[in-house]
């Protein structure tokens, strides 16, 4: 009985293929968050600076894409579990850069009045259309062009470029500052950077077209023949991959609200911190403290395959739990750039024992046929509900004066992930990337065991 993806047999080609998927997953990763780094500047070219608003719309339209992003979880993990996951990949990013440039060259407010911000949404509705893609996707091939046994190391670079991205946004914005005003920024430094994403995402196209494919070639023989109808199935997910998807979204909620609370709120408190003095040294902060934690993912996931993925997702969830009150509490009273770094770092840290794996943890729960979709769309709905919303009620909060709530709120959520991860995870056990063919045996047992009993 044969295997359904390719099991790499070479470290040099699997480093190969890592390198390539991740490229566009750095891209891609650089167009989402350069709208959070830039938001501040760009706020007044779509919202009137008198509407005291303003800022909780900004971050509204940034929670509002992530409605999009199980829409495209389940349109291109479909695709990539029927026609491949190098295609998929090139796709997405594709929709990405288009998006992008279509920002960089947005007219105002002052232009077409309300037509600007309809113009904005539209872009950033896509945007989350092609993420929801991409995570799914890139998530199933760098899980899977890893070589067993070092498939930890290898597949935490899906957040090296993931963290990269932000890293590189925040670079952008450092330059910037140094080199022109804010005014300069405000009118037309955030049309660069939007359209910086927008023409790297053209070298990654061609980068992407490139890697080796993950599926077999007669798995998707099968499927162009019409003989693999169980492929990107949304009814064989749901009626027998149900647990897997369910243990996804539980897996993810903790790790995505703490994620944008700690990687993209944080940074945006140290801002703000120190926007009244120097611009510059928050900028630097979280500049520095990014680049941690994107150096840390390897790291991360060396070490779990050391140890176990569930004894790094235990090490997030108990760290979460203690550390959320302290990062929101105490950040926005810094003064002293040393002390804000370190509360940020520590934050960070935590953080990596989620993100360095979480990615192979999830394409490990689910078989190949449906494993993009199940990954990408476990991802996205958790992601939407906990994720994106993050900042936003992070926002509101502290115009309610509520913050204490906000905290509460990320607290609970990470305990009940932390449970999960608990009961419901093993650290030594077969899984659908490592033993398929065990895992396949094993599935057929208990349906005949299931037949038997009715």
Same mark, same amino acid.
Request: charged share 15%; proline share 3%; net charge neutral.
């Given at each position: ?5 390719? !099991? ?18 750095l891209v891609e990763w650089y167009d989402v968050y350069v709208y959070s780094v830039f938001a501040v500047y760009f706020e007044s070219q779509f919202f009137s600076s008198d509407d005291k608003n303003s800022t909780i719309y900004v971050w509204a339209i940034f929670a509002v894409t992530f409605l999009m992003r199980p829409i495209g979880s389940w349109f291109f993990g479909r695709f990539a579990d029927r026609y491949g996951r190098r295609l998929s990949l090139t796709v997405s990013v594709s929709l990405m850069a288009f998006c992008s440039l279509i920002i960089a060259f947005a007219p105002t407010a002052e232009a077409i009045g309300v037509g ?79 359209? !910086? ?57 903790? /790790? ?47 070490? @779990? ?17 203690? *550390? ?18 370190? !509360? ?42 906990? /994720? ?10 502290? @115009? ?20 999960? *991860? ?33």
């Amino acid at each position: 009985m044969s295997t359904t993806t390719t !099991i790499p047999t070479s470290l040099r080609r699997s480093i190969s293929n890592t390198l390539k998927g991740s490229a566009g997953n750095l891209v891609e990763w650089y167009d989402v968050y350069v709208y959070s780094v830039f938001a501040v500047y760009f706020e007044s070219q779509f919202f009137s600076s008198d509407d005291k608003n303003s800022t909780i719309y900004v971050w509204a339209i940034f929670a509002v894409t992530f409605l999009m992003r199980p829409i495209g979880s389940w349109f291109f993990g479909r695709f990539a579990d029927r026609y491949g996951r190098r295609l998929s990949l090139t796709v997405s990013v594709s929709l990405m850069a288009f998006c992008s440039l279509i920002i960089a060259f947005a007219p105002t407010a002052e232009a077409i009045g309300v037509g600007a911000v309809v113009i904005l949404v539209f872009a950033r509705l896509l945007q989350g259309f092609a993420t929801g893609g991409e995570y799914g996707t890139s998530a199933t091939y760098m899980s899977e062009a890893a070589m067993p046994g070092r498939r930890g190391f290898l597949s935490s670079f899906h957040y090296v470029t993931l963290v990269g991205g932000h890293v590189l946004a925040q670079t952008t914005l450092l330059i910037m500052v140094l080199t022109l005003d804010e005014e300069a920024i405000s009118t037309w430094g955030w049309r660069v950077a939007f359209a !910086i994403g927008g023409v790297a995402a053209v070298a990654v196209f061609w980068m992407r077209r490139t890697m080796d494919e993950s599926l077999e070639k007669h798995v998707l023989d099968d499927t162009k023949a019409g003989r693999a109808k169980d492929s990107g199935s949304m009814s064989d997910l749901l009626v027998n991959n149900w647990r897997p998807l369910l243990l996804c979204f539980a897996i993810t909620a903790g /790790g995505t609200v703490a994620f944008y609370t700690y990687s993209v709120t944080g940074p945006n408190i140290v801002k703000t911190a120190f926007s009244g003095g120097d611009v510059v040294t928050g900028t630097v902060i979280n500049l520095i403290a990014l680049s941690a934690l994107m150096l840390m993912q390897p790291l991360g996931g060396w070490l @779990s395959d050391k140890v176990g993925r569930k004894s790094l997702l235990v090490f997030f969830g108990v760290g979460g739990v203690l *550390y959320t009150w302290f990062l929101i509490t105490m950040l926005p009273q810094q003064t002293n750039e040393f002390a804000a770094f370190a !509360i940020l770092l520590g934050g960070f840290v935590i953080l990596t024992g989620y993100t360095s794996i979480n990615a192979l943890v999830k394409a490990q729960l689910f078989p190949t046929h449906v494993r993009a979709l199940g990954v990408g769309l476990g991802y996205a709905l958790a992601n939407s509900l906990f /994720g994106g919303t993050a900042p936003l009620l992070y926002a509101g909060a502290q @115009s309610a004066e509520q913050v204490p709530l906000f905290i509460v709120y990320v607290t609970v959520i990470i305990a009940a992930s932390l449970a999960v *991860y608990v009961f419901a995870l093993r650290n030594k056990a077969p899984n659908w990337l490592d033993d398929e063919l065990v895992m396949r045996e094993a599935q057929q047992q208990k349906s005949r065991e299931t037949v038997v009993a009715r």
